[in-house]
């Protein structure tokens, strides 16, 4: 019987790193011992973790509660942590790290040329974790692959050659949470990628679908989406509909047997559009269970909407922090 490919892959990446003295016995060992208590594809129990990105942080006194998780973005080369990211970890709250590929290609990557880079960042996301008392933390590869930004750096079959050797590297130092580390993987496009071809608009088509990203149930723990209702600042309205941004996503995760996170969510801050839309979201994600995570994405966006959390549409997300289905939490 033939071994398979990306097993194969995960071999030949762990010889390369003992032969490069990047990661020693001794090290895997101590990586191994320290068992996750996560013991589920997304390493949460209790509801949906309530979360968002650092301007979300910025507001967190008037939500009346702390964040169970908080969006954060590195590109490769990139220490972790910074300051801010051990101030997060120390209250308890668990992060999601999207890792970048920056000037590097997918082609790079995939060769093995970035290696001590990216091993170096995940060994410190799964070392911080163990240090925090966190049962899970998350790392997400080139977030956002489909969006039209990204494709220079190289085709969606080179994108899932990529995400293989990022992944094996962490398997092979024994990081991810099913082999005694911390590390779950979520895949994260823009909610356009997981829309039906039927559905979609001409220029939707460029964004490719979300199967042509996967790398495999092997690979991937976690699928998720950026999405924004972004009425009254750039059209069409149909965004405004969180059924329209995420029933795809929940979808082609319903399809695959896996959790999904809404890993950046927000609408645009003018009249009643906020708090309408963070209503809606706290109904949806509520309303399906494979929903684990969401996070508010607070800050300006393209053209003229601006996401940043103002008025009426803190108040609304804070009524939806406090409700029973975003008591979510990781296991400690």
Not at 26 to 33: H, L, R, S, Y
Not at 82 to 97: N, S
Not at 298 to 326: E, P, V, W, Y
């Amino acid at each position: 019987m033939s071994m398979p490919k990306r097993t194969l892959l995960t071999i030949v990446v762990a010889i390369a790193i003992g032969l490069s003295g990047l990661l020693t016995a001794a090290t895997v060992g101590n990586v191994a011992a320290a068992k996750s208590p996560g013991g589920s594809r997304s390493g949460v129990a209790g509801g949906v973790l309530f979360g968002g990105n650092a301007d979300v942080l910025r507001v967190d006194g008037q939500l009346g509660r702390k964040l169970a998780i908080v969006r954060e973005y590195f590109r490769i080369g990139n220490n972790f942590p910074w300051p801010a990211d051990r101030a997060i970890m120390a209250k308890g709250t668990t992060i999601l790290a999207s890792l970048d590929a920056g000037r590097y290609d997918y082609a790079s990557i995939a060769a093995g040329h970035e290696d001590a880079k990216i091993i170096s960042f995940l060994r410190s996301l799964n070392k911080s974790a163990v240090a925090y008392h966190l049962g899970a933390i998350y790392v997400s590869f080139e977030h956002e692959a489909s969006a039209a930004g990204h494709r220079a750096l190289g085709s969606p079959a080179e994108f899932v050659k990529a995400w293989d050797r990022v992944h094996a590297l962490a398997a092979a130092a024994h990081l991810d949470w099913n082999q005694g580390g911390r590390l779950h993987w979520v895949l994260i496009l823009s909610w356009r990628t997981y829309l039906p071809r039927k559905v979609r608009t001409r220029w939707q088509l460029k964004s490719g679908f979300a199967s042509q990203y996967f790398a495999g149930r092997n690979e991937v723990d976690i699928v998720a989406a950026d999405g924004y209702d972004t009425r009254r600042c750039t059209p069409p309205a149909q965004s405004a509909n969180p059924r329209y941004l995420f029933d795809p996503l929940v979808s082609f995760a319903h399809s695959r047997g896996l959790p999904v996170f809404i890993s950046e969510w927000g609408a645009n801050a003018r009249d009643a559009v906020q708090p309408s839309f963070v209503r809606g979201m706290k109904a949806f994600v509520t309303h399906h269970p494979a929903v684990a995570a969401a996070l508010y994405w607070s800050g300006r966006g393209r053209s003229s909407c601006n996401f940043t959390l103002k008025g009426n549409g803190i108040s609304a997300l804070a009524a939806m922090g406090r409700s029973s289905g975003l008591g979510g939490h990781i296991a400690r």
